[in-house]
């Protein structure tokens, strides 16, 4: 894994600026590496992470992957376990509302 200067960036640019690298920081809350990894265009790794992640944000981001595939079935399935329900934005709008927040949360 990378190594920053900061454990996470704090703002959109910032982590679309980290993309340059070859891998995120491991020091980075695992929401976090799941956008990364998709935003490099590497499903797998992105899908590996929120499948293995607990909890809401994990779902959340899982459904969002599954919806990205075009798994609507997984994904709903997905949206409902987080408490969410099927986004009505595009694929690119929701990256960006889960990104702001993963980046907003204090969670690490």
């Not at 190594?3 to 920081?25: G, Q, V």
């Not at 992470?49 to 709903?76: C, F, T």
């Not at 329900?85 to 690490?108: G, K």
């Amino acid at each position: 894994m990378a190594n920053y200067p900061s454990p996470r960036p704090e703002t959109p640019e910032a982590f679309r600026k980290t993309l340059e690298e070859d891998s995120p920081s491991g020091a980075w809350p695992l929401a976090l590496q799941c956008l990364w990894f998709d935003a490099k265009k590497n499903w797998t790794a992105a899908h590996d992470i929120a499948q293995e992640m607990k909890g809401p944000v994990g779902s959340l981001l899982h459904a969002y992957l599954h919806r990205k595939e075009g798994d609507r079935w997984n994904a709903e399935y997905c949206y409902r376990q987080a408490g969410e329900v099927y986004p009505q934005v595009s694929l690119q709008a929701e990256f960006e509302q889960l990104l702001q927040r993963i980046l907003n949360s204090t969670q690490p």
